[in-house]
Structure formats: structure tokens, C-alpha cells
């Protein structure tokens, strides 16, 4: 599930420069103690850039161990200026502050490891696609399906790091085209979805939706979420859609709250090309995608939805099937349940 809705801009790249050397300050307390260190020229110019909700307290002390660790081993961090502001971090240059945010945030980063919920996760998936850099995301927040690890797991989090020791994989993403009066007014992407969503909350949305160039159906309703797989367990869930397993290639059309006799939840081919149009006696609506980037769509705008041309890179620590992690995420009952004979 996503965290609530929340806006980003991004600027240009831009490095403080590294305080001056100092002495070795003593090891802290906080730091993971079972990390097996490689050989110092094994991690030597190595560097993990690392993103944290730090209005949280927990991340802030799972960001200051994360950093302890990789410090202990050689491995340089990288952290953004304004959470590092939030930080109590080691003075000896080991760690890079980017001030602004931009295309070369992470340039020669081998990871980008995230703490916090599915918002931060998000947030991380923005510099994750920019860049091609594989994201490990640590779940602070309470589902989580885009985390591989559990605020429990940082010690171990930190020896597969120093050790390389995970595999990537790549999630389909989508691209997002709006028009208006025939032009082309905004393009956007997501990972999880794209929602085109009503803005007055007294009056419904009236939408047309249509898959590969023709209509589908006419309804009014809260308006409609076009996801990915990756966001079935998302948004798209939660209004009512099916869960659909990662490696599944596919696009989801699910209707929110709509005032239709048909109004069913749609899996379509990877191939397709979804879109949602603006009724025009229709109130104002809005678009969102991943609950974080908006913009406002006006009576007679059109939402177009395609398989994204850039993936999001995921570093995997587990081979649990999809099952099992759906299983344990939703905590579903499975007692009386004997699997078949061997």
C-alpha cells in the first residue's frame, strides 16, 4: 500500500565538499557487529547512496547503523544534504552530502539502499529509474511489498551489501501521457500506477475508458487506477482489483467506486495502450502517479497509459516465492493447508 499522497521536484546535482580528514572517531555501539569486512582494497572506491524518511526516528537510527556498517567496511555513503541535516555522522569524509537533487544523485553508486515505508520506497524508485541504479529497499512502514528486508534484518543487510551478495531484477513500469485539446500538456511515468482521480469530493468523475483505440465503458465514479504488477498490491488493490504476480507481464484498468453495472477490473496485454478521457461536463480531475507527482486534469482531458520504456532495477535478497511474501505481508490464514503429495 502507498503512503499519503505526497508532491517532489527535483533540481541539479550538486556536491558539498567532504569535511576535512580527521582521526578514526572510536567504532559506535549502534554499528552492526556481524559484518565480515572484505580485504580494504576489495571496497575501496565503492559507494552506497542512501535515502531515509528521516522524519521518522526509526529510520533515523536504522540510517545512522546502515552508515556505522558500511563505514566499518570501507564502503563510502552518500546521503542527501537535508536528511543528512537529521543524521549524527561520522566527520572523516566517509560520507558524500548532495544538496540538490538531480540526474547525477547517485552517478557511480553500485546501490541505493532505501529506509522507510512505501512512499520512500517510491521516492527511491525516482532515482533508481534515472539512473539504472538497483534499489534494496528496508520496510519501516507497515506492508511494504517493494522492501526485501525488515528493520530487524540491517545487520544482515549490510554484510550481503559488502558482500555483493543479491541478485536484480527489473519491474515493468509505465509511461503516462496527458492531452488536451489534442496536445500533448504533460508526460509522466509510475511504478506502481497511474490514478485519474476526482477532485470535488461532492460531485462523481464522469470518464470514458478505452483499451488499444476503442471504448470500453462510460461510468461515473471516484475515477480509475491503470497500474503495473508491481502495483496490484497497491492502490489498485485497494479498489478492488486482483493481485498479480511481478513476473506477470500486464497491464491493470481497475474502476474506483463506480456507479456502473459494469465497472469489473481489466488485465490487458503488456502491449496495450490504456486511457481514461474527461468527460466534458465533468468536474475538474486530477492525475497522480505513485501517490507522489500530480496534475491537475480539466474537463476534456485524456490519460494515456503504456508500458514503460525504462524499467526500475530491484535487488533481491530472498528467493521466497511471490506466495509466501503475499502470505506474509497480508498475514492470510493457511492452517489446514497439506500441499501436494510427494
Not at 126 to 143: C, D, K, Q, W, Y
Request: with cysteine; aromatic share 4%.
Amino acid at each position: 500500500m502507498s503512503e499519503t499522497h505526497e508532491t517532489h521536484e527535483a533540481g541539479e546535482f550538486s556536491a558539498l565538499p567532504a569535511p576535512p580528514a580527521a582521526s578514526e572517531p572510536a567504532e559506535s555501539p549502534e554499528s552492526p557487529e556481524s559484518s565480515e569486512c572484505r580485504d580494504p582494497g576489495e571496497t575501496s572506491g565503492r559507494t552506497v547512496f542512501l535515502l531515509a524518511h528521516t522524519g521518522r526516528p526509526a529510520a533515523v537510527r536504522s540510517a545512522e547503523r546502515v552508515v556505522q556498517g558500511l563505514k566499518r567496511c570501507g564502503i563510502g555513503v552518500r546521503v542527501l544534504a537535508e536528511e543528512a541535516e537529521d543524521l549524527t555522522l561520522p566527520g572523516d569524509g566517509a560520507v558524500q552530502r548532495v544538496r540538490e537533487i538531480g540526474p547525477q544523485t547517485v552517478a557511480d553508486c553500485e546501490l541505493i539502499v532505501v529506509l522507510g515505508g512505501d512512499g520512500t520506497l517510491l521516492r527511491g524508485a525516482e532515482f533508481a529509474r534515472a539512473s539504472g541504479v538497483p534499489m534494496l529497499g528496508v520496510n519501516l512502514g507497515r506492508v511494504g511489498f517493494l522492501a526485501e528486508a525488515e528493520r530487524d534484518d540491517l545487520d544482515k543487510v549490510v554484510d550481503r551489501v559488502v558482500n555483493r551478495d543479491y541478485e536484480v531484477e527489473e519491474r515493468m513500469t509505465i509511461d503516462v501521457l496527458v492531452r488536451n485539446d489534442g496536445r500533448v500538456v504533460h508526460t509522466d511515468w509510475a511504478l506502481n500506477e497511474a490514478s485519474v482521480e476526482k477532485q470535488a469530493r461532492e460531485r462523481l468523475l464522469e470518464v470514458v475508458t478505452e483499451v488499444d483505440g476503442r471504448p470500453v465503458s462510460r461510468f461515473g465514479g471516484d475515477g480509475v487506477v491503470m497500474a503495473t504488477p508491481t502495483g496490484s498490491t497497491a492502490y489498485a488493490f485497494s479498489a478492488g482489483g486482483p493481485v498479480v504476480w511481478p513476473e506477470v507481464e500486464a497491464l491493470l484498468m481497475v474502476p474506483i467506486s463506480a456507479h456502473a453495472l459494469f465497472a469489473k477490473p481489466l488485465v490487458t496485454s503488456p502491449r496495450s495502450v490504456l486511457a481514461v478521457e474527461v468527460q466534458p461536463e465533468t468536474p475538474h480531475g486530477v492525475l497522480w502517479c505513485d501517490g507522489r507527482r500530480t496534475v491537475d486534469l480539466p474537463a476534456g482531458a485524456r490519460v494515456e497509459v503504456r508500458r514503460g520504456a525504462v524499467p526500475v532495477r530491484l535487488a533481491r535478497l530472498h528467493h521466497a516465492s511471490f506466495t509466501d511474501r503475499l502470505v506474509a505481508k497480508f498475514a492470510l490464514p493457511v492452517a489446514g493447508w497439506r500441499g501436494a503429495p510427494h
